[in-house]
């Protein structure tokens, strides 16, 4: 079975190995790779200015989606809505929600906003948000399943109400793991935010995709740089932070 969909799919994605390697793709790879590796830096400032609405536009995504998750990580948790048959249904209406939301990938969901509010970072950021919005509730969500039932038990036998008890007794355990989750996910809406800028989120991506069109290979070659340097430089900064709050 698996040797059939092998064959199966080498001939539905017409893999060809000596297009590949022959001397026309050759010659064409390596003009292409050629033009990104030599840089026309003249593009510089349009670039870094391209780059901030990138790197705000995550930011921004990240700063409205993390309180939605905070509330709607407690009720998309097993253990906090299964005391009723109200909460069970809540819990898994919420739950089938939340699986759609985040099963559309950001770009499937700038392309709606682009049309929605039009083509710009205000569309990104919202594609952002909504995807957001899914992940961390579910990523909030499982650490809420997973705490200690112990200062639950003890605050609950105080004659605390449930509000309280959320608040005093299953909070104080997660608010580590979420401020872990929310630095790893800004990070990851920078990568994001790049990516959905192809289909109007603005940014570097939009400006990307002007240049490819143009077929302006060192102009793009010089926002490859760019991103890439910003992306590492924040994914190790996130990593630090994260590891700081461990």
């Known amino acids: 079975a698996l040797s ?8 539905v994605t017409d893999i060809s190995p000596i297009e590949f390697f022959s001397a026309d793709g050759l010659t064409g790879a390596g003009r292409i790779f050629g033009a990104l590796v030599t840089p026309e830096f003249d593009v510089i400032g349009e670039a870094l200015a391209a780059m901030v609405v990138t ?19 407690f009720p998309a948790a097993r253990n906090v809505m299964a005391t009723s048959t109200g909460g069970r249904v809540i819990y898994m209406c919420l739950r089938v929600v939340l699986n759609i939301m985040r ?6 969901w700038a392309i709606i906003f ?5 083509i710009g970072p205000f ?14 509730t579910k990523q909030y969500s499982e650490q809420i399943e997973d ?6 038990e003890a605050i609950s036998a105080t004659g605390a109400t449930r509000l309280q008890v959320l608040w ?5 355990q997660c608010v580590i793991p979420f401020l872990s989750f929310t630095i790893y996910r800004w990070d990851i809406n ?17 400006l990307l995709t002007q240049y490819q069109g143009l077929a302006r290979y060192n102009e793009v070659g010089t926002l490859v740089i760019l991103i890439t340097l910003v992306v590492w430089i924040l994914d190790v900064v996130s990593a630090r932070v994260r590891e700081a709050l461990r």
Do not use: D, K
Request: charged residues 5%.
């Open 103 to 108: 099963s559309m990938e950001p770009i499937i």
């Open 123 to 136: 569309a990104g950021m919202l594609a952002l948000v909504v995807h957001t919005i899914a992940s961390l």
């Open 114 to 118: 682009s049309v929605w509010v039009g």
């Open 190 to 206: 920078v990568r994001m935010a790049t990516i959905i800028g192809f289909v109007g989120g603005g940014g570097i991506g939009t």
């Open 4 to 11: 059939a969909c092998i064959v199966g799919g080498w001939i």
């Open 168 to 172: 005093f007794a299953v909070v104080p």
């Open 147 to 152: 705490v200690n039932e112990g200062p639950i």
């Open 55 to 73: 790197i705000f536009t995550a930011f921004m995504a990240t700063v409205v989606a993390v309180p939605v998750s905070f509330v709607l990580s």
